[in-house]
Each structure stands twice: as C-alpha cells, then as structure tokens.
C-alpha cells in the first residue's frame, strides 16, 4: 500500500501537470486576437512579439574600419519591416544601397539565398555611381511565402543587412 507521501507527490505532480496543459492552451489562443473590420471584410491578423533589435559592439578596431569603412556599403532606403499580405497577390520589398564601389545587393528568406525562379523577380537599377536599387516581387502569393527576408548589401568594404517579416492574412468574406 502506497505511503500518503506519495499520493501527495502524485496530486502535485498532476496538478503541475495540469496547469502547464493550461498555460500551454492560452498561449495557443493569444497570438490571434483580433478580427479587424476592413472594408466589409474581417481580416485576421497575427500579432508579432518580436524583440528590439540587438546592438553589437565592435570588438577590435579592424572590426570598427570594416563596417564604419566611409567607401561601405550601406543601405540607405529599404521597405517596412513588417508586411501582411493576402494570398496570391503580389509582396514587394525595397532596397537601395550605396557605396564605392558600387555594392550588390542578395536577397535572402529564411536564412537561404534566394535564386530566381517563376514567381521570384528581381529588378535592379543604378541612378547614381555610388548607388543600387533593388526591388524584389513574388507574384502570385502562396502561404509558403510567409517568413523572413532580407537583403544585403556588400561591396569589398563592408557588408550592409535589412530584414523584413512577412504573413499571409486571412480574409473572411
């Protein structure tokens, strides 16, 4: 016969076990809050908890002449960081970079360069010397478009990052 000190193990350990299942069950709940009334159709949107970008301190001066290099490449205009948009429509992200150099600009998802394919296009041009715009579109939209993107800038001096966080919305009609 079980000691009365192990049944008062076991009623914790399931009362522990229960409120995890709780905690677990709200947190599933809250990152879709709302429904948003936009033009005769409720949109749901996710609510992103992301965190503010991390300042690295250089650790050695050739670190400081690499990235603070006057003739870098630093990314000068780029698109919102946010963006939500609606399945098989178009998503477009803005970049534009300067630098001497001219910089190249890489467009980035998830971590892994992007090449192009049918629904992937990249269009480039050069205003100024110094400077390159890119504008990358994906046409039609699927929910495997949803991630993060970025683009880098680099050119023999310095390399120059921009992200971007996208979601497809739900639209209720």
């Known amino acids: 016969m ?3 000190w192990f049944n008062q193990c076991k009623i914790k350990a399931f009362a522990l076990l229960w409120l995890l299942f709780l905690l ?6 809250c990152p879709v809050q709302g429904q948003r009334s936009t033009g005769g159709r409720n949109v749901l949107r996710r609510n992103y908890t992301g965190k503010k970008p991390v300042v690295i301190q250089h650790r050695s001066q050739d670190a400081v002449n690499y990235y603070d290099h006057e003739n870098g490449a630093k990314i000068i205009k780029s698109s919102h960081f946010e963006l939500d ?3 098989g429509r178009k998503i477009t992200f803005f970049c534009m970079a300067q630098g001497n150099p001219r910089p190249t ?3 980035f998802k998830d971590g892994a ?3 192009q394919h049918r629904f992937f296009q990249v269009h480039e041009s050069h205003p100024e010397p110094e400077i390159i715009k890119s504008k990358m579109e994906i046409d039609p939209t699927t929910q495997m478009d949803a991630g993060y993107y970025e683009c880098q800038a680099d050119n023999i001096y310095a390399i120059d990052r921009r992200g971007f966080r996208t979601d497809y919305a739900m639209v209720n009609f």
């Open 2 to 4: 079980p000691s009365p």
């Open 24 to 29: 677990l069950l709200l947190s599933d709940l």
């Open 85 to 87: 948009y609606t399945l």
């Open 105 to 107: 600009i890489t467009w």
């Open 113 to 115: 360069e992007l090449y």
